[in-house]
């Protein structure tokens, strides 16, 4: 009934951008917080970045100052901008929403299905 598609992942050299995109789509009432977290091989799921539907945002110190997170309620897209890309980057990103599928329902966090990003020369 919810689906959360990213797109935008690939192949960047250290250095390089990408930007991710998660959208949300279905029988949806309300979106709180979004999200983008990651998983390197042989390494446990870890949080990325959060934005809430005010605009508040947070980050794991590690990709402080070179991701943005940001979102557009209307469209209920949530995007992050990667710059300053580092081969430790390199994991399946996964974007998550806490949403509301009708006024009585309790809040759910989805999931999407992951995008690649490989940072190598």
């Known amino acids: 009934q919810v689906q959360l598609v990213e797109s935008g992942g690939g192949l960047v050299q250290p250095g390089g951008s990408l930007r991710l995109s998660c959208a949300a789509s279905g029988r949806i009432f309300s979106i709180n917080v979004m999200g983008w977290y990651r998983q390197a091989p042989g390494k446990q799921r870890e949080w990325v970045a959060t934005i809430t539907s005010g605009g508040r945002t947070n980050y794991v110190d590690s990709v402080k100052g070179r991701f943005t997170i940001s979102r557009d309620n209307a469209k209920n897209t949530v995007n992050l901008q990667m710059n300053s890309l580092k081969p430790e980057d390199t994991a399946v990103y996964y974007c998550?929403?806490?949403?509301?599928?009708?006024?009585?329902?309790?809040?759910?966090?989805?999931w999407g299905q992951g995008t690649q990003v490989t940072v190598s020369s």
């Open positions: 998550k929403a806490d949403i509301k599928s009708t006024d009585w329902a309790p809040r759910y966090d989805y």
